[in-house]
């Protein structure tokens, strides 16, 4: 397989690198600093999903409302988007058509027909970051969709890590298949899968590392808290043996019978954005 060809943009204190396949965020630092986390064992080559970043998964979350689509997360995140010009902050734009993938495993489950526009624009004055991703439905029917943001956030130990803005939410516990309430802040403490019944501000206390990661989502219905841990980390050939304690995801999303739907002819968005700050002195 050939090595996939990376984008690149500096500004000011930023960096970021991007792919063409899977329209994918692939990091973002900040002077050196990771804010957008990517596996140093993650395949490049286009044959498989990129390990970190921002992975867009559409039109299905996992295995889907059933557990029974595949490829997982959908259709879109390994594949070839067209890049189109961006505007505004933005400094990338791709588009993606139900056409571009008419052909690819698991195309006989797409809803119906569609255009997708997914944008990352930087905010230099700021240091932010904001992820968007247009869903125009181009049939006749209307539909419902799954979709996320699959935000890797980088930290310094996850063990270290909690998550605020969660409180008293209902959650689906995808590790144990109960349904559970929120109580208090979040602290991970061994594999989470957790799909929260709130979208809204959440920010990431990295204590050991002495910064809050930020994010604010728009037009989604949920938030997915998700690390792997040591056991399952472990038999992943994209993650290296310790890089589970390197990142946390917290996603934008909307799945289930919290799917977002898309009036024929209709546009919708789900977007992020994403910023850091130091932890106050107390």
């Known amino acids: ?28 630092t900040v002077d050196g600093i990771t804010r957008v986390w990517l596996s140093a064992h993650a395949v490049l080559d286009g044959s498989a999903a990129v390990r970190g970043g921002v992975p867009i998964c559409f039109p299905w979350f996992g295995g889907g409302p059933d557990g029974g689509l595949r490829p997982s997360h959908g259709v879109v995140r390994t594949t070839t988007w067209r890049p189109v010009e961006p505007s505004g902050t933005e400094v990338w734009a791709w588009e993606l058509s139900s056409e571009d993938v008419a052909d690819a495993p698991g195309a006989e489950h797409l809803p119906g027909p569609f255009l997708l526009r997914h944008s990352v624009a930087l905010d230099e004055a700021d240091e932010a ?19 996320a943001l699959h935000t890797y956030l980088g930290v310094e130990d996850v ?18 298949g109960r349904r559970e309430v929120q109580h208090g802040l979040l602290e991970l403490m061994g594999e989470t899968d957790r799909v929260y019944d709130r979208t809204g501000p959440v920010v990431v206390a990295d204590r050991a590392a002495l910064l809050h990661h930020e994010l604010r ?12 841990w040591s056991d399952k ?24 019978e919290h799917a977002l739907p898309v009036p024929a002819g209709d546009t919708v968005e789900i977007s992020c954005g994403l910023m850091q700050h130091p932890t106050p002195a107390t």
């Not at 904001?130 to 799954?146: F, K, M, Q, S």
């Not at 989502?217 to 792997?228: D, E, F, K, R």
């Not at 472990?234 to 289930?256: H, N, P, Q, S």
């Open 217 to 228: 989502p728009s037009g989604a219905t949920q938030t997915v808290v998700w690390n792997p």
């Open 1 to 28: 397989m050939t090595a996939l060809t990376p984008r690149t943009h500096a500004a000011g204190r930023s960096r970021l690198v991007a792919y063409d396949h899977g329209a994918q965020l692939a990091s973002w």
């Open 233 to 256: 980390a472990a038999a992943m050939t994209d993650l290296g043996d310790d890089e589970w304690l390197r990142f946390v995801c917290v996603e934008t999303a909307a799945t289930g």
């Open 129 to 147: 970051l904001t992820l968007a991703l247009r869903i125009t439905n181009t049939g006749r029917e209307d539909y419902a969709v799954e979709a």
């Open 159 to 176: 063990r270290d890590v909690q998550v605020l803005g969660l409180e008293e939410a209902p959650y689906l516990d995808e590790v144990t």
